[in-house]
């Protein structure tokens, strides 16, 4: 197992920017594919992108194509969420996640994860 802890949530208005870090920790952790789900309120809790500690893929969730931008630094062990152009419908709490089943194009389902994070809330403003 690994252990997360996000961190980076807040308010900001429509069309501002947040960026969310995961410090990821324990053993064998770059045997993880790393993701990010979010949980908005009385919603289920929904893939929004994924990313391997090697190697260039990234997999993300239609509604969030071209505003949303997963990364990492492995020497930080630190995965990132970099958000723009946010709107009201992306207020939810947002949760790191860990998963031992590779990666592929496609939604992540959450039965698929082995560790989560704490969430972390973001909320967009009108």
């Known amino acids: 197992q690994v252990q997360l802890v996000e961190s980076g949530g807040g308010l900001v208005q429509a069309g501002g920017s947040l960026r969310l870090s995961c410090i990821v920790s324990g053993r064998a952790f770059n045997s993880f594919g790393m993701a990010w789900f979010r949980q908005g309120p009385g919603k289920e809790r929904e893939f929004v992108a994924a990313?391997?500690?090697?190697?260039?893929?990234?997999y993300y969730t239609d509604s969030v194509k071209g505003r949303f931008t997963i990364s990492r630094d492995s020497a930080k062990t630190t995965v990132y969420l970099q958000m723009n152009n946010l709107t009201p419908e992306d207020t939810a709490v947002y949760y790191c996640?860990?998963?031992?089943?590779?990666?592929?194009?496609?939604?992540?389902?959450?039965?698929?994860?082995?560790?989560w994070g704490q969430g972390t809330q973001v909320t967009v403003s009108s």
């Open positions: 996640a860990a998963t031992l089943f590779p990666l592929s194009p496609g939604i992540l389902e959450p039965k698929k994860i082995n560790s």
């Open positions: 990313i391997n500690w090697s190697g260039p893929s990234t």
